[in-house]
């Protein structure tokens, strides 16, 4: 079946510093997003990507479909970006998402 | 805005007893889905409907019914809780374009 494989596990950064997280997939996708939860909170989407580079604020997303994988970057980093990020892909045009485990982010001053 | 709401927020049940988990779309969105998160494991998805009147069976289905009776509600059902189904469990609803998926608060159910 579908596998969705996140990296790093963790991470921890000095505020102000850049963060990469990536996201590889077993299977070629149709559809894929990027979600933000903070710890006990609910999902949040950040970006619905499914190719190509996408920019909003301090993140930008891109998407390589021939090699199945995308990233987050999160660029001069604030303690308000902890919290786990999931990326989610959809690959049959089923709507059927699978997530990735998560990248556990935390900030700090 | 685009909004999900689940009921209840916590939940306590015993070993079992039957638990009904719903969910209410203000999105008109075709598409509802819930998943259990459970450490280590992420997301899983347990059950998914189209639309109203139709549900499909996710990843892990065994133990959960689901009912699809509008646009806006979906339920999910457990007849015979088991501790096993502890879990924090997320609805959502997304659209048949770009299937942007927007999540409810989450239930945190115990079952004892």
């Known amino acids: 079946g579908q596998q969705v494989q996140q990296s790093p596990t963790s991470l921890v950064l000095q505020e102000g510093e850049n963060a990469e997280l990536q996201c590889n997939f077993s299977t070629s996708l149709n559809s894929m997003q990027w979600f933000y939860q903070r710890p006990g909170g609910s999902l949040i989407s950040v970006f619905y990507?499914?190719?190509g580079t996408k920019q909003s604020g301090r993140l930008t997303s891109t998407t390589v479909i021939k090699e199945r994988r995308s990233s987050l970057h999160i660029s001069s980093s604030q303690i308000t970006d902890s919290g786990t990020y999931l990326c989610a892909m959809e690959n049959t045009g089923n709507y059927k998402y699978v997530f990735g485990a998560g990248t556990r982010l935390k900030v700090i001053a | 805005e685009a909004a999900v709401t689940q009921s209840p927020r916590n939940k306590v049940a015993v070993t079992g007893g039957k638990v009904t988990l719903s969910c209410n779309q203000t999105n008109n969105h075709n598409n509802m889905y819930w998943y259990r998160q459970d450490t280590g494991h992420g997301l899983r998805l347990i059950h998914y409907?189209?639309?109203?009147?139709?549900?499909e069976k996710g990843d892990i289905p065994d133990g959960y019914k689901a009912s699809r009776p509008s646009q806006e509600n979906f339920s999910l059902i457990l007849e015979l809780a088991t501790p096993s189904q502890t879990s924090v469990y997320f609805c959502?609803?997304?659209?048949?374009?770009?299937?942007?998926?927007?999540f409810g608060a989450g239930t945190r159910l115990s079952v004892l």
């Open positions: 409907s189209y639309g109203a009147g139709s549900t």
């Open positions: 990507n499914p190719s």
């Open positions: 959502a609803s997304g659209d048949d374009y770009q299937n942007t998926l927007y």
